[in-house]
């Protein structure tokens, strides 16, 4: 069973940068292709980038756009977001995703596409 494991989420200002680490279990995990999503209290769960096995390809959500960058690093098994220029509807538990996959530059943006998913971590952005 693969376990993901999501960091770095705190309390901060508007405008302030966070980087959230999703570590994977898995040594294998350089095959996945990965995905980070949020979730705020009443809402549904939201795509809000993700990246390919190879990293070379990614896809943001239009409202992190120029904020957010999503990297990955195989050889720590851990794939990163960036965040900044923080904004308060930016508040929400952000939960990282990964799949098993054979192709190194196909991504997923659905929740249904992943197999595997973190606990996530609390992201609160004051104003």
């Known amino acids: 069973q693969v376990q993901l494991v999501e960091s770095g989420g705190e309390l901060v200002q508007t405008g302030d940068s966070l980087r959230l680490s999703c570590a994977t279990s898995?040594?294998?995990?350089?095959?996945?292709?990965m995905g980070w999503f949020r979730q705020a209290p009443v809402k549904e769960r939201e795509l809000v980038a993700c990246?390919?096995?190879?990293?070379?390809?990614?896809y943001y959500v239009d409202s992190v756009k120029g904020r957010f960058t999503i990297s990955r690093d195989n050889a720590k098994n851990t794939v990163y977001l960036q965040m900044d220029s923080l904004k308060p509807e930016d508040t929400a538990v952000y939960l990282c995703?990964?799949?098993?996959?054979?192709?190194?530059?196909?991504?997923?943006?659905?929740?249904?596409?992943?197999?595997?998913w973190g606990q996530g971590t609390q992201v609160t952005v004051s104003s």
């Open positions: 898995d040594r294998t995990a350089s095959n996945y292709a």
């Open positions: 995703a990964g799949r098993r996959v054979s192709s190194r530059s196909a991504y997923y943006r659905e929740t249904y596409q992943y197999h595997y």
């Open positions: 990246i390919s096995w190879s990293g070379n390809s990614t």
